[in-house]
């Protein structure tokens, strides 16, 4: 018996046994798929960006394949004590308040807690900014973006905040390459570095905005996405799908339940390492057979992750 990689996917290989099968079903509910490859019929796979995320999944599969006698390959097991070491360096990193991380190019000079958000934003490139009011989200995001040359750079924000965001950008980068979308008629500017506009005209917008190659793309009071089946949302994930860099920014990610966090993390394109919005409800939520939501569970699990 034996797991292995299969493109994206840790494989499980075994002599049928109706028993060890519940077993390795029930490894991680919801997320474990069976005959899913035309290479390797009968067989158990689970998604590696499932598994990757948090450390305590990875623990959870070793475990399970040292006490049910799954030899690891060395290719799974590589990947799997890499990922390890990736979460501990990203949590440190997330939860550090101080840095010296230094932005070339910068013309404000950033408090250490703000560097050290700046260092985190470019280490994970698609990540979510919930600092609270006035701490500088904005100057982050900017930072990380002039670090990684992220250009050009497409800001998604209502439009009472779009001149503040202009302001922001010449006052942190000094660059004057602005085009602000005010009116669909007006189109979209071509050759401009950061082009701002409406969540409400990303519907009336999707073809021009998908020819210009944004490199980043930041997403101001990310909470107000809304329900994922409306224009407004089909637009944003259309528009922002390929963007290498991502960022979510508010202060208030969750305002009621704590599944509303599924529609900013599929905007960062993370929602698969929760296992999908069904598989983070799953886990942390009472489900009924009916599918109606009740309490919550776990939740310290999902702040962790």
Known sequence: MKAFLYGKNILFEFKFDWKLKDRVKALFPDQMKFN?????????????????????????????CAAEGFVLDDDVRTFLEESRDNQAEFHKLSTSIDSDFDVQGLLLVPRPYQKAGIRYMVETKRCLNA???????????????????????LIICKSGLM?????????????????ICEKVSSGVQL????????????SKLV???????????????AHSCGNPNTAKFKALQEVTKKVPVRYALTGTPIRNKAHEICNI??????????????????????VSEDFRIGEAKNLNLLHDK
Not at 140 to 149: E, G, R, T
Not at 275 to 284: F, P, T, V, Y
């Open 265 to 286: 993390l599929n905007y960062l394109g993370r929602l698969s390492e929760f296992g999908g919005k069904w598989g983070l409800i799953n886990e942390h939520y009472h």
């Open 191 to 202: 050759e401009k570095d950061f082009v701002i506009v409406n969540p409400e005209k990303l």
């Open 36 to 64: 899913q490859f035309k290479k390797y019929p009968n067989h158990w796979s689970v998604s590696t960006s499932y598994v990757a995320h948090p450390a305590s999944r990875i623990s959870k599969l070793i475990e399970f």
């Open 163 to 179: 001149y503040n965001w202009k302001a922001e950008i010449i006052k942190s980068l000094g660059s004057d390459s602005i085009y």
């Open 131 to 153: 600092d609270t009011v006035r701490l500088g989200k904005s100057l982050q995001s900017l930072a990380a973006i002039h670090h990684l040359k992220a250009y050009p750079t």
């Open 207 to 221: 073809g021009e905005l998908k020819t210009y190659n944004f490199q980043s793309s930041v997403f101001d009071e």
